[in-house]
């Protein structure tokens, strides 16, 4: 099993006002990847004391899903992955815990810890996990990192291209703006390439 926890930083920084705003778009947000992608979560994503996720999945979408959309919202995150067993005790996802928990806040302790390089991700695979499980890290892992590289418009743009699987025209209408500034948009990143790479890992597993 893949455990993510994801660190909102800025959660800290806001008034008592802000932070009840971020909540609800929070829950919002885990509520609609719950819907979308309910088949790979082994429980329900949750929201930690307002500042903190965690997911447990068996497949990279709703780990990749829930970076785009953090980052096509400005909000800046720290992330641990872990793999390994873990005791589905209730329906949430805080409420289970194991080896997979374990690894990914020791992953996540690793980020906070250090002092003098900026890192927004870590992962602790453990050693009796499936390559299967592996792979599933270092692809999220490499998806972030691509992400990473793209402008808040970008961002949005890519996200209506690859999540919702809208055409330029339908876009251009979401943002309100020309098709021409989205295509320009688009061929400045790797989103084509994204789109291709996502369905062949998702065909070549299985629905």
Known sequence: MIAAI????ASRKVSTR???ELDRKLRSLLSGLYQRFQKHCLAQPALTQGDSIELLVDGWQPIVFIFHSLLMADQEFRVGL???EVTIQKENADECDGPAFWNAREA?????QMKYM???????????SSVTESRIVIESILFLTTLLGLTRIQLEHCYHFIWEKKSISEIAETVETSKGNVSRSLSKTPCYLLERVMAYLSSSRGP
């Open 82 to 84: 872990g793999t390994g």
């Open 6 to 9: 994801i660190d909102i930083v």
């Open 118 to 128: 900026s890192r927004s991700a870590a992962f602790n695979i453990d050693e009796n």
């Open 108 to 112: 996540l302790d690793e980020i906070k």
């Open 18 to 20: 802000q932070r009840k």
